[in-house]
């Protein structure tokens, strides 16, 4: 059974950090690159980070320098530490292995954290 569970997310000010956590099922994890991804209200979902199974990471531009993607194999986790947060930044924060956008309204996804960052 695929479960992937997101939590972490809060209300904070602009320039403040939060790490964000993902608990996924062994079969969706293991061996995986896994990712984060974010949808704003009125906007698409979008690609944020990703890992793969070795440690190899990428981020989009809107975040790179500030956000760290990591994981725990033996906790099937990943985790987003997000520092100097931004306004625009404001979504709902989503983990899954790495797919296609073309794919993002055909697959499974948990329910998500909130991260709203106040100006």
């Known amino acids: 059974q695929v479960q992937l569970v997101e939590s972490g997310g809060g209300l904070v000010q602009a320039g403040e950090s939060l790490r964000l956590s993902c608990a996924a099922s062994g079969n969706i994890f293991i061996g995986n690159s896994m990712g984060w991804y974010r949808q704003a209200p009125g906007k698409q979902r979008e690609w944020v980070a990703r890992i793969t199974s070795g440690g190899i990471t990428n981020y989009a531009d809107s975040v790179k320098g500030r956000f760290t993607i990591s994981r725990d194999n033996a906790k099937n986790t990943v985790y987003l530490q997000m520092n100097s947060l931004k306004p625009e930044d404001t979504a709902v924060y989503y983990c899954?292995?790495?797919?296609?956008?073309?794919?993002?309204?055909?697959?499974?996804w948990g329910q998500g954290t909130q991260v709203t960052v106040s100006s």
């Open positions: 899954n292995t790495v797919l296609p956008a073309n794919s993002y309204d055909n697959v499974y």
